[in-house]
């Protein structure tokens, strides 16, 4: 008797899902570790502005409008577009909004219009790079002047005579309805007053998620993971990626590409103008000229820093919300905890990339130079990073000298291996080496002050930004054809 056995192989996954999957959790698994980190800093610090509810909403409120500016962004530069024009798009979302809710008395109706205005300034701005072959930053640049002035013209013919209006705002705009979790915020009143570590922080962020959040907010945050599905798990998606990587092969293949360009840069207006809504009518309850604020252009720079790619949005826009948050909630002294988290990700980063060097380095012939080398440096940094703070905070003299010493040592042993680094190992870890000494003077900045001056704790979001950006811009990977004029039959 024979029996015919048939052997299913099951498909390995491929690169591309393992990649995304590993993307997933180094997002989750990096929102983690900051929300930890900075527990941890209000434990020692003793601040509670840095986990409390209150700075989780407000962090919400000020990550939103970046967040949906920063989509817009995604949609426009992954068909191959840059959308300087965000701002301006954000712009007429704000007034269109504020109009058709204050005219109608209906927020539903101003958030609709407002989409609606965000995606005209798309069309326009598609019509001029797309079909005209126009520049994409001068067009940009031109439909963020010309919103503030239309704007500007508009609240001059409809707001300035209402009740409560006027040349640069609107009169008071209805609220949309907020929705929450019931007995969330009483049920957990215990757990957030008790400082413990860790739990009392998770216990205000649920809070803060989970009451009085508006319906827009909610709706903006599932646009995130949207997004990731429509563009990265749709034959749409793919094809619209296809047209900011190579057109020309998506054009031989059939794609309509004008189309696909066209319809990401209206949908990225779209985005654009709910922000601006969000700004109007959530964030506020009246529309102000200049109501904005640059936050067009901090959303593109949130969309760099998650390197095109809607997680890495999220964190970004989560990033530059919470500072702003916490300079407006906590004021300075609550900024000035933050520095001791710089500080420890500094140090922490440059013993990281240090021992990834000596690793490296291992495999040359001078193993043994190199290791001691870098052991050197790594315990003179140390010796600073511990004796400068307890100097700073008032301990012995003698502490200064302990520090100096183990500044001098580190110092000596960073030249020594800038001098003498095999270059077969890839050259010696300037990152590392700047990094380090760079985590002490924070670190004395720290011990050495009780609060930050007013005027840098009101940069600070945008300190923020530069900073990211900085750090972000070594591992970038855009769109290869984002940016390029591209003209059919081209192949």
Excluded at 34 to 61: C, D, H, K, N
Excluded at 175 to 203: I, K, M, T, Y
Excluded at 264 to 289: K, N
Aim: proline share 6%; with cysteine; glycine share 14%.
């Amino acid at each position: 008797m024979s029996q015919d056995l048939t052997v299913t192989e099951t498909p390995a996954p491929s690169a591309g899902a393992r990649r995304g999957s590993r993307s997933r959790w180094r997002f989750a698994s990096i929102a983690i570790a900051a929300f930890v980190a900075l527990a941890g800093v209000r434990a020692i610090t003793g601040e509670p502005m840095l986990t409390s509810a209150g700075t989780i909403q407000a962090t919400l409120a000020f990550a939103v409008p970046i967040g949906l500016a920063g989509l817009g962004g995604v949609w426009a530069e992954r068909a191959g577009i840059i959308n300087i024009g965000l701002e301006g798009m954000m712009v007429l979302g704000t007034w269109f909004g504020a109009y058709f809710a204050w005219s109608t008395d209906n927020p539903w109706a101003g958030l609709v219009a407002g989409v609606l205005g965000g995606m005209a300034g798309g069309l326009i701005h598609a019509v001029a790079t797309v079909t005209f072959a126009v520049d994409h930053i001068v067009s940009g640049v031109a439909i963020n002047i010309l919103a503030l002035g239309a704007m500007r013209y508009l609240s001059l013919l409809f707001f300035a005579d209402a009740p409560g209006g006027g040349a640069a705002q609107s009169p008071q705009l209805p609220e949309f309805p907020r929705v929450g979790l019931p007995f969330v915020a009483e049920a957990l009143a215990p757990v957030r007053e008790s400082g413990v570590f860790l739990v009392s922080d998770v216990a205000a962020l649920v809070t803060g998620l989970a009451t009085g959040m508006s319906v827009v907010t909610l709706l903006a945050v599932l646009l995130a993971p949207l997004t990731y599905l429509v563009l990265w798990h749709t034959p749409f998606g793919l094809r619209l990626r296809s047209c900011g990587e190579n057109p020309d092969a998506a054009e031989s293949l059939g794609v309509p590409v004008y189309a696909y360009k066209f319809t990401a840069v209206v949908f990225s207006g779209g985005f654009a103008g709910m922000g601006g809504v969000f700004l109007a009518m959530v964030a506020s309850s009246v529309y102000q000229e200049g109501q904005t604020g640059g936050r067009g252009y901090i959303g593109l720079a949130a969309m760099i820093f998650g390197n095109w790619r809607p997680g890495g949005l999220a964190m970004g826009a989560g990033l530059f919300g919470y500072t702003d948050a916490l300079q407006v909630r906590g004021g300075g002294s609550a900024v000035h905890s933050l520095l001791l988290l710089i500080a420890v990700a500094l140090l922490v980063a440059a013993a990281g990339m240090l021992t990834a060097a000596v690793l490296r380095a291992r495999t040359t012939a001078e193993p043994g130079a190199v290791t001691a080398v870098c052991g050197v440096f790594a315990a003179g940094a140390a010796v600073a990073a511990v004796a400068a703070p307890l100097a700073v905070a008032g301990g012995p003299a003698w502490w200064w000298a302990v520090a100096a010493v183990g500044a001098g040592v580190a110092a000596v042993a960073a030249l020594r291996a800038v001098r003498s680094w095999p270059a077969a190992a890839g050259g010696p870890p300037i990152p590392a080496l700047v990094a380090a000494p760079a985590g002490v003077l924070v670190l004395v900045w720290f011990f050495g002050t009780d609060s930050l001056p007013g005027q840098l704790v009101t940069y600070s979001p945008h300190i923020a930004t530069l900073l990211v950006l900085a750090l972000a811009s070594q591992r970038l990977r855009p769109p290869a054809n984002v940016g390029r004029q591209w003209r059919r039959g081209n192949t």
